[in-house]
Each structure stands twice: as C-alpha cells, then as structure tokens.
C-alpha cells in the first residue's frame, strides 16, 4: 500500500472529518487524515495524508494557503459566517453610500503583517474544550490576537451587498475573521458567505479530484492517486544516501554531516533522505551543532 498524500476538492456541507472517511474507505486504509480542516460550508483543496503519510501532516500544517471568499456586506452574524445567527444589519443609507472605491482601499488595508483575533466560533481550545462547544452555550470566549500575514489580497468583484476576494495568507489566518474585520472597517458589518480554499502550500486546486468521482475509481485507480512521500516534500532540500547510510537510518544511530557529502542544509531546516529509487527514508533536521543531523520522522523501518 502507498503512503503520500491525495488531493481532494472537499464538496460543500461535508466536514473534513467525513471527507477522509470516505477516502479511507475508497482505498482500503486503516490509517489517514488532512493537513488542515475546511469547515463544512466551505468548498476547496483538502490534502488527504494516507498511512506513513499522517507523519507529515506537520510539514503542511504553517504552510500558506489561497482562498477565494464571498463577503456579504451589511449583515454580521455571531459565527462571522452564513451558518451563524444576524447581529446586526446596517442600514439601508449605510448601505447606499458604500463606494467601490472605498470597499477597495479599506480590503487592501489587510495586506502584510497584522494581529488577528481568531473567532469565538472555531476549533481553538480553552481549558480543554473547544471555542465553538461553549460559544453554543453561550460562553463567547475571545483568544488574543494572533500573528498572521496576508501576502496578497485582491477583489475580484463587487456587487453588493456582495464583495468576492482572493486571499494568499499565511497557516491560522481566520477568513471569518478578515470578513468581519473588513465589516468593521467599512461601518457596515460583514460576514463569511463562501469560501473555497485554491491552494495548500505547493498544492493547487486544478490538481485535486472530485470527491464522488474519487469514490467511483476502483482500488487500483484510486491508489494512483496517492501522490508518494517524495514527491509530497518537493519543496525541501533533498540528500541522496547510498545502502550503508539507510542502514545507519533504519537503526536509529547517529547521522553525521560528514556522511551526507553536502552542505547545503541550515540548522532547524527539515531535509528529505531520499535512496537512489527516489523513496523517502527519513526527515532530518541539521544539529545546532553543524556537525551532525536530528531525525524528525523514519520511513524505513
């Protein structure tokens, strides 16, 4: 059986949660799941991990993502989404003095470096329990800001109340939050009334597959679709070994920087451990030291 990952266009209505089920049962797995969840109203790329490829979810999970996202202008909900319950409604001269011009300038303020304040509807923990379990209780509780970036962000349309943007941003920015931000900004309110996530790190989503049309694949077929643990980590460095080294790596014993023949690692940056047959034998990371290599995760066993 494979290991790597499968790119899924994850349908609208579904949780992530049900989506690697699904897969997990279209090919027969005991072991997957994703790089990062899409709440159930949105649409877009999730990454599927399948067996050894669970262990490298980590390697995805603060990678960048793209999103196209439908702001609704003029309504806030508790939720800063469709599914959430009206808090407000501006009104109608609100409304009718809004200029395109100006929804363009304050959606290009949140471009760069910025703190966020995660919603009180989502999956982050306070003592134990999820932010959106005592949310439903009515225990609103606020995280405090977080870090984020937004690389690029552009509109694409506006027609009101409806605003459509593209957003490049960096892992744990909340598009919930950004459209209620852009609300606020404007004076008019705002909410998350569409989103479809287009990019994971260096996955796309003209890449990925239908969900139903990944289930009518036969096993074989379907098994084509595991994209393999190399080829998953393109974006890192690469050290090729020959047959005493994997041995070395296999054992667990000490990886000196000597035996690899390269310098191009840094400390702290994960390096692929590849054979001559292009399989992944491990991840590795460069000691403080320079002299020798930490293992982060061991495919050959």
């Known amino acids: 059986m494979k290991n790597g990952i499968i790119a899924i266009h994850k349908p609208e209505g579904i949780s992530s949660a049900r989506v690697v089920a699904r897969v997990k049962k279209a090919i027969g797995v005991k072991k997957a799941g994703h790089t990062g969840t899409l709440d159930p109203f949105a649409t877009g790329l999730l990454l599927c991990t399948v067996n050894k490829g669970t262990r490298i979810s980590r390697f995805f999970l603060d990678g960048s993502k793209t999103y196209i996202a439908r702001v609704c202008l003029g309504l806030e909900t508790d939720t800063y989404d469709l599914t959430g319950k009206t808090v407000f409604t501006a009104r109608k001269a609100l409304m009718d003095a809004l200029k395109k011009e100006d929804i363009k300038e304050a959606v290009k303020s949140f471009a760069g470096i910025q703190d966020q304040v995660p919603p009180a509807f989502s999956a982050l923990k306070h003592e134990g329990q999820p932010l959106y379990k005592l949310a439903r209780q009515g225990k609103k509780i606020l995280k405090p800001p977080r870090q984020?970036?937004?690389?690029?962000?552009?509109?694409?349309?506006?027609?009101?109340?409806?605003?459509?943007?593209?957003?490049?941003?960096?892992?744990?920015?909340?598009?919930?939050?950004?459209?209620?931000?852009?609300?606020?900004?404007?004076?008019?309110?705002?909410?998350?009334?569409?989103?479809?996530?287009?990019?994971?790190?260096?996955?796309?989503?003209?890449?990925?597959?239908?969900?139903?049309?990944?289930?009518?694949?036969?096993?074989?077929?379907?098994?084509?679709?595991?994209?393999?643990?190399?080829?998953?980590?393109?974006?890192?460095?690469?050290?090729?070994?020959?047959?005493?080294?994997?041995?070395?790596?296999?054992?667990?014993?000490?990886?000196?920087?000597?035996?690899?023949?390269?310098?191009?690692?840094?400390?702290?940056?994960?390096?692929?451990?590849?054979?001559?047959?292009?399989?992944?034998?491990?991840?590795?990371?460069?000691?403080?030291?320079?002299?020798?290599?930490n293992y982060c995760c061991v495919f050959l066993t």
């Open 148 to 293: 984020i970036e937004i690389f690029n962000i552009k509109v694409m349309n506006i027609e009101l109340p409806y605003l459509d943007i593209e957003v490049f941003c960096s892992s744990g920015t909340y598009i919930r939050s950004l459209a209620f931000d852009i609300g606020q900004k404007l004076g008019v309110g705002a909410h998350l009334s569409k989103l479809c996530r287009t990019g994971s790190s260096a996955f796309k989503l003209e890449d990925a597959i239908e969900l139903d049309a990944f289930e009518m694949l036969d096993k074989n077929a379907a098994q084509k679709r595991i994209i393999p643990l190399s080829d998953c980590l393109w974006f890192m460095p690469a050290i090729f070994v020959d047959k005493p080294i994997a041995q070395k790596i296999q054992y667990g014993q000490k990886l000196l920087r000597s035996e690899t023949g390269t310098s191009l690692a840094k400390p702290d940056q994960p390096v692929r451990v590849l054979d001559g047959n292009n399989n992944l034998l491990a991840i590795i990371k460069l000691a403080q030291n320079r002299q020798e290599y």
